[in-house]
């Protein structure tokens, strides 16, 4: 049987004295849509922060193909943050472009600068590429505060891509988007996931939005509480829900998928 990409194994994050995660541990194979839901402050972007290498593991591992996870950002794994998280003083085309040459011009750890040439020619048409992808194509020669909130957050999501990473973090990519627009992202979404064979993490607050687009959605929580001391034990994922295509079909027809996803889910079995 085929190694999970990504495993988990037995993760604890601790600021001080206050246990944010505890126990953590998850197997996740490659392309699957993990869609995190959970109360405010359980820990659930400090979980894609351990993930994206910025906040390193208290105690326990996360490996990747079976390697421990490099505790630093890495091309294999991008982010989209709700805020929108491009330049403003740079063009659409320039704000794609800046990530490939952050990604291509590093030596020793120095940034050396833009690429020249043929070099910088490829990685325009690998830009343009992607921005075409996002349906942005139109908008290269704009600048971030000429755009609407929709189209900002797909020049996010081709800064991410465009690098072409295997796992994609995505922390409440939406929140901050119209319910119109917000709907053409979910579908760019899960082309882009389908197409790119992306595994993608999606912290949203939006329970439909999490079961519409997940193969797979976790539920964070705090199993054990101390009232009087909060800080004392820390989240964990407690429901482990599998989605199949037919979950995801029925997320337009609400009664259908709670029927469906009652007979699903499954309570981890060390969470007390
Ligand atoms: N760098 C840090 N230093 C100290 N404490 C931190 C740090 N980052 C997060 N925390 C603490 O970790 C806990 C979890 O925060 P986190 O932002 O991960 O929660 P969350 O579930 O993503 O919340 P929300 O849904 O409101 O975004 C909070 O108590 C927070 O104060």
Redesign the pocket.
């Known amino acids: 049987m085929k190694e999970p990409m990504l495993q988990i194994r037995n993760l604890w994050?601790e600021?001080?004295d206050?246990i944010?995660l505890e126990r953590l541990n998850l197997n996740v194979n490659e392309g699957e849509f993990i869609s995190i839901v959970?109360?405010?402050?359980?820990?659930?972007?400090?979980?894609?922060?351990l993930l994206l290498g910025t906040?390193c593991v208290s105690r326990g591992e996360i490996r990747l193909d079976g390697q421990p996870l490099r505790q630093e950002p890495s091309v294999e794994r991008g982010i989209v943050f709700q805020k929108y998280s491009v330049f403003p003083h740079l063009t659409v085309l320039e704000n794609v472009l800046i990530g490939l040459e952050f990604g291509s011009t590093q030596l020793s750890g120095h940034w050396l600068g833009r690429m020249f040439g043929p070099q910088r020619q490829q990685a325009q048409q690998q830009a343009r590429s992607m921005l075409a992808q996002v349906g942005l194509s139109h908008a290269e020669h704009q600048y971030p505060h000429q755009l609407s909130g929709g189209m900002r957050q797909r020049l996010s999501i081709a800064q991410s891509l465009v690098k072409q990473p295997r796992i994609l973090l995505l922390?409440?990519p939406f929140g901050a988007l119209d319910p119109g627009i917000r709907k053409d992202m979910h579908e760019l979404v899960r082309k882009l996931w389908q197409e790119q064979h992306l595994t993608v993490f999606m912290?949203t607050?939006d329970l439909s939005e999490g079961f519409h687009l997940g193969s797979r959605v976790w539920v964070?929580d705090h199993p054990r509480l101390d009232p009087q001391s909060p800080?004392r034990y820390g989240?964990q994922v407690t429901f482990d829900i599998p989605l199949h295509k037919t979950a995801i079909q029925s997320a337009q027809t609400p009664h259908l998928l709670t029927e469906h996803v009652s007979t699903m889910v499954q309570p981890i079995p060390d969470a007390i």
């Open positions: 994050k600021y001080d206050n944010v959970g109360a405010s402050g359980c820990g659930k972007t400090t979980f894609l922060n906040e922390d409440e912290i607050h964070f800080e989240a």
